[in-house]
């Protein structure tokens, strides 16, 4: 299993703590009859520690290519399908779509278009849980829009969570990106907005499952 860079110094401290937790707790059972909790409490830190490396994980996926699809830009679940007005920067009505990412997703983020970048700003923020309606707008986020070929524009918001603290980007103004490559990692649970054409058609539903750069989750109208 390969392993996101970012997560090499979260793995390595969490690796030494359960180290250390374990070793603490070995010269505090000292009697005989404590002997079964000490191997319990080393199989629970490591359990946690490969959880800890699991939530890191990369997954080697095909990339797929298809400027009429708008692609799942991470794994998770379908949480929003309606029509906004989006004020940032298109101004504009969008239907926009939201995928929620629970502890256990891949968190790996990618371009669910490709283009070039033609906005990009980064928003300091609070950190109400990700499926709160506020989050979009208040929450600690990224907002990225990538002009296609074809003239499109398409909007997306990285946000974290109540447990997220952290939003990692590869993305800059004026950059040519290439639909589904890697542009980011959300640190423990977290939530993307995709805002697209109003006229698109939805081919996810609310709850569905998606998985980041394999699901299409809409099609584009015709230029």
Known sequence: MKVNKEGYK?????????????????????????????????????????FIVAFFREPKRELI??????FSPCDGRVVVTETVVE??????EMLQISIFMSITNVHMNWYPVGGVVEYFKYHPGRFLVAWHPKSSTENERTTTVVKMPAGHRVLFRQIA???????VWNMNPGEQVVQNSCCGFIKFGSRIDVLIPKESELLVELGESVVGSQTPIARLPKA
């Not at 703590?17 to 000490?38: D, E, F, G, K, Q």
Request: proline share 2%; with cysteine; glycine share 4%.
């Open 10 to 50: 979260i793995i390595a401290i969490s690796g030494v703590v359960c180290t250390l937790l374990w070793w603490l707790i070995r010269h505090l059972l000292i009697s005989h009859a404590a002997m079964s909790l000490l191997w319990v409490s080393a199989v629970v830190l490591v359990l946690f520690w490969f």
């Open 65 to 70: 290519h298809d400027p009429d699809l708008v």
């Open 87 to 92: 004020n940032e920067y298109l101004k504009q």
């Open 161 to 167: 969570g109540l447990i997220a603290r952290r939003i």
